[in-house]
């Protein structure tokens, strides 16, 4: 006979022993406390029987922990295999070459890309057009005396009046002569024919031979562009007998 209690069992539990057999009562090894030696009596065949299956159930859990073990691994194995797969088939795809894209430009998209970068030709420098000639006829018309009267009266407003314009003058030959700084050039004083005349108008580049066939005291009309005017009458250029 022993005392009742728990009692550590080779499988790392305690069983309850009531004094007399061992019950079906385990529970978790107890930390606290002195763990009593196996001592307890056994009935004959006893004690050998519960080693025995203490012993099985280890070999049990071993076996059993160690078949887990070897399928956790066997899937982790798998599914590694299966990511690595998955990366060199991911990695094979973004590194294959791409097809080249058609272009999206239409052939008339294109010309007119072209023609907007197409630099424009130069225009042909424009020659300036040439004057038109003169019309012929006189600006302004008027008699030896009235010209000559203007002058005297006021040789600035003569003076814009008759400048750049084209005069015709009609009056009586006063005289032919040599001009004063050039004898071999000749002029006709023009007048209104009255006695005593001190201004005239004087006419420049008339042809000698015009000049030759001329009467003093005859009428003439010239026509000549305006040169000057003021306090001893009236010059013309370029005149011409109308």
Not at 8 to 32: I, K, L, M, V, Y
Not at 69 to 98: C, I, N, Y
Not at 130 to 143: N, Q, R, Y
């Amino acid at each position: 006979m022993s005392n009742p209690g728990w009692y550590p069992q080779p499988d790392g539990t305690e069983r309850w022993f009531d004094g007399n057999s061992w019950t079906d009562h385990t529970r978790a090894t107890q930390p606290t406390g002195p763990v009593p030696h196996f001592s307890a009596p056994q009935k004959k065949g006893g004690a050998f029987k519960w080693v025995a299956l203490g012993v099985g159930g280890f070999f049990v859990l071993c076996c059993g922990g160690g078949v887990l073990m070897s399928l956790g691994a066997s899937d982790t194995d798998t599914s590694a295999d299966s990511s690595t797969t998955e990366v060199q088939e991911s990695s094979a795809t973004s590194s294959s070459p791409k097809k080249a894209q058609p272009s999206s430009k239409s052939p008339a998209s294109k010309a007119s890309a072209s023609k907007s970068t197409a630099k424009p030709k130069p225009s042909p420098a424009k020659t300036k057009a040439p004057a038109p000639p003169k019309p012929a006829g006189a600006d302004i018309k008027v008699t030896a005396g009235e010209i000559i009267e203007e002058f005297d009266s006021n040789e600035l407003a003569g003076d814009q009046k008759y400048k750049g314009k084209t005069v015709e003058v009609s009056g009586v030959v006063e005289k032919i002569d040599t001009e004063v700084l050039d004898d071999d050039k000749y002029i006709l004083n023009i007048t209104d024919g009255g006695d005593f005349e001190i201004f005239s108008v004087t006419c420049h580049d008339m042809p000698t031979d015009v000049l030759s066939t001329l009467q003093v005291g005859s009428s003439i009309k010239v026509i000549g562009d305006f040169d000057d005017g003021g306090d001893l009458g009236v010059d013309l250029k370029n005149c011409k007998v109308v």
